[in-house]
């Protein structure tokens, strides 16, 4: 029986370098087109239209009436003491003279009911 010996050899870098050398030479001649080609951008022109300018909408018809005035909340009145209706008279003493202002009631009517009030 014969005995092999293998010794183990390094790596042939002259062969690596030649080889990358090729292969980046090959991709330099042949990728930079490549690259241009791909990436080149095409510019496609479209016409142009008039400036849109949107035409004044009328107005949709109204489906409701107006909604009802409602009266204000009442408020709490202290109607203990006299401070209390002193505070209530001169109040509604104040809303007849608003209404007499604005020409609901007669001054007439006003006097009547500031009477009423003061009870005179």
Same mark, same amino acid.
């Given at each position: 029986?014969?005995? %092999?010996?293998?010794?183990? %050899?390094? !790596?042939? #870098? =002259?062969? #690596? ?10 991709? $330099? ?5 490549? $690259? ?5 951008? =095409?510019?496609? *022109? ?8 949107? +035409? /004044? +909408? ?7 009436? &107006?909604?009802?005035?409602?009266? &204000?909340?009442?408020? #709490?009145?202290? =109607?203990?003491? =006299?401070?209390?209706? /002193? ?10 003279? /608003?209404? *007499? ?10 006097? !009547?009911?500031?009477? *009423?009030?003061?009870? /005179?």
């Amino acid at each position: 029986m014969t005995q %092999r010996i293998v010794e183990k %050899r390094g !790596a042939n #870098h =002259t062969l #690596h370098i030649i080889l990358t050398v090729c292969t980046c030479g090959i991709w $330099a001649i042949t990728g930079w087109p490549i $690259a241009a080609a791909m990436g080149r951008k =095409t510019v496609t *022109r479209v016409p142009t239209y008039p400036q849109y300018t949107p +035409q /004044q +909408q009328p107005a949709p018809p109204q489906q409701y009436g &107006p909604p009802a005035q409602m009266p &204000p909340p009442p408020q #709490h009145r202290p =109607t203990t003491g =006299t401070g209390g209706q /002193q505070a209530i008279i001169a109040d509604e003493l104040m809303k007849l003279a /608003q209404l *007499r202002d604005q020409g609901v009631i007669s001054p007439a009517e006003f006097e !009547a009911q500031k009477a *009423r009030l003061l009870g /005179q």
